[in-house]
């Protein structure tokens, strides 16, 4: 690929990407909580040794409903909330230029699990965090019969994506972002991240 084919592509990603997100507004807090008990209730019905590894985690990350934002290359965008003792701590917004462009697939559920207090702490108090550079995603494998490997899991944070056919494979987090969002407010700010993790740290 030649320099011009790279500069061209380059800047029809930002541009893509900066109108994309400014015409997209988070929904209110009311529909994304719907949408994660939907998508946790799939998860924990559909998939087999799936609501142990809830309960054993530190801090559960669901971002239901993935879409993809862009025909050419693949964009897809979501919010959710990261859940702690059963309580929504922070709403998120998940937004990625590779997980499973090449599946076809239309829409698709994220669940992510900390298992570790300083891996989540770190994604928590973050004012952006990206798979694959402040952390790493690892993606579980599947046992026989579509069940969630058994095998004790050493790592940190654990990854799913998953549909209304169960897990999806063949996947990666490795680029996608998250950051910060307050659904029922106007509009996020850096004063509304900054407030966000001091008040935590406190």
Do not use: C
């Not at 899991?153 to 990666?172: E, M």
């Amino acid at each position: 690929m030649n320099y011009f084919n790279k500069y061209f592509l380059l800047s029809l990603f930002l541009l893509l990407s900066l109108n994309f997100s400014q015409t997209t507004s988070a929904r209110n807090s009311n529909e994304i909580d719907a949408s994660i008990e939907s998508a946790l209730g799939r998860f924990s019905e559909e998939v087999q040794g799936s609501q142990g590894y809830l309960d054993g985690a530190r801090g559960i990350l669901v971002i239901p409903r993935m879409i993809k934002a862009g025909v050419v290359l693949g964009m897809e965008y979501g919010e959710g909330a990261l859940i702690v003792d059963d309580i929504k701590v922070q709403y998120y917004r998940a937004f990625s230029t590779s997980l499973g462009i090449q599946l076809g697939v239309g829409a698709k559920d994220l669940v992510i699990l900390f298992f570790d207090d300083e891996a989540m702490d770190d994604f928590l108090y973050s004012s952006g965090w990206q798979a694959g550079v402040d952390g790493a995603v690892a993606l579980w494998t599947m046992g026989a019969g579509g069940s969630i490997d058994t095998t004790e899991s050493q790592d940190p944070i654990v990854g799913f994506v998953f549909g209304h056919k169960g897990i999806i494979a063949g996947v990666s987090f490795e680029g996608t972002k998250f950051t910060k969002i307050w659904p029922d407010a106007e509009e996020d700010t850096e004063e509304d991240i900054e407030e966000f993790n001091e008040n935590a740290l406190d």
